[in-house]
């Protein structure tokens, strides 16, 4: 069984950063690719970032810039340090990763979603 915990989002004025954390547990393998998710009121879900075992990949131009994925292997966690926000990245902000368990098995999942507001 896999766990999945978001943290970090918030309340930040516009040109502020926040870090969002995305923790896995559980009987892991291994985790590739890893991504974040964005979606505002209104709106369909957006990829913001996402990464492979090669690197960052498929940011777009929206956040190009400003948003950076990392991920700490030994840790089974993943980042996403957002700087100069603006307010349209108002939104609930969801990890996503492919988990290949002990027993070899692949899932997908999905964090339970960190509110990230940004005020003008």
């Known amino acids: 069984q896999v766990h999945v915990v978001e943290s970090g989002g918030g309340l930040v004025q516009a040109g502020g950063s926040l870090r969002l954390s995305c923790a896995f547990s559980?009987?892991?393998?291994?985790?590739?690719?890893m991504g974040w998710y964005r979606q505002a009121p209104g709106k369909q879900r957006e990829l913001v970032a996402r990464i492979t075992g090669s690197g960052p990949t498929n940011v777009p131009d929206s956040v190009k810039g400003r948003f950076t994925i990392s991920t700490d292997n030994a840790k089974n966690t993943m980042y996403l340090q957002m700087d100069s926000l603006k307010p349209e990245d108002t939104a609930v902000y969801y990890c996503?990763?492919?988990?290949?368990?002990?027993?070899?098995?692949?899932?997908?999942?999905w964090g339970q979603g960190t509110q990230v507001t940004v005020s003008s």
């Open positions: 996503n990763a492919e988990v290949l368990t002990v027993s070899r098995t692949k899932y997908y999942y």
């Open positions: 559980g009987s892991i393998f291994s985790i590739n690719p």
